[in-house]
């Protein structure tokens, strides 16, 4: 019995820490296609570089370092789920990030965030930044965006900052990360 759980165990483990973020949604996302859920998205975000600072005897929920919500709505609710290799439940959220969702969607899908610029060919990088990622399915086809923050910083210096940060993609990302940030308050 006693070798019975630890080969359990073990192979828990092994399959826990192959655990990634797209097999993490792509599990989701046939749940999701499952329940005949066809309105949906993930808001994903996370840094590189930089130091994590965690508490004794917390547990990490996040996957490779990424926090990752799923919007989503059925029967005319929205709701929220931080998608994490912890249990964690759902939250009906207001109508508004997906009434906003749905009428952007197709620009969204044509627009990307410019690099911060600062004179005609000259740019500003940083080794580390954080980031937001949104994963949309439009017709069961994966579209991902990626936002880097850094880029919509650098209000007088960044020729793209008014660009960048009246995009549509980008206010999504700032209403989703409001109302995680008021859910997360709750």
Do not use: P
């Not at 989503?72 to 009434?99: G, M, P, R, Y």
């Not at 620009?107 to 600062?118: A, D, G, L």
């Not at 069961?140 to 940060?165: P, S």
Request: negative net charge; glycine residues 2%.
């Amino acid at each position: 019995m006693k070798n019975l759980f630890l080969t359990f165990f073990l192979y828990s483990t092994q399959i826990f820490a192959q655990t990634t973020i797209d097999s993490i949604i792509s599990i989701q996302t046939e749940q999701l296609k499952i329940n005949k859920i066809k309105t949906f998205f993930y808001f994903e975000t996370y840094c590189t570089g930089g130091v994590k600072l965690e508490e004794l005897g917390e547990i990490d929920c996040s996957v490779e370092d990424s926090n990752i919500y799923l919007f989503w709505k059925v029967n005319n609710q929205c709701f929220l789920k931080k998608v994490s290799i912890c249990a964690t439940d759902e939250i009906k959220i207001s109508n508004h990030i997906f009434d906003f969702y749905m009428v952007n969607l197709d620009q969204m899908k044509n627009e990307n965030v410019k690099f911060y610029q600062t004179g005609e060919n000259s740019f500003n990088t940083v080794s580390h930044s954080c980031f937001s990622k949104f994963h949309f399915y439009n017709n069961e086809v994966l579209i991902q965006k990626i936002i880097n923050e850094y880029n919509l910083t650098g209000e007088h210096d960044n020729l793209n900052y008014e660009f960048n940060n009246n995009l549509r993609l980008v206010i999504l990302a700032k209403l989703c990360k409001k109302t995680i940030q008021e859910v997360d308050q709750k």
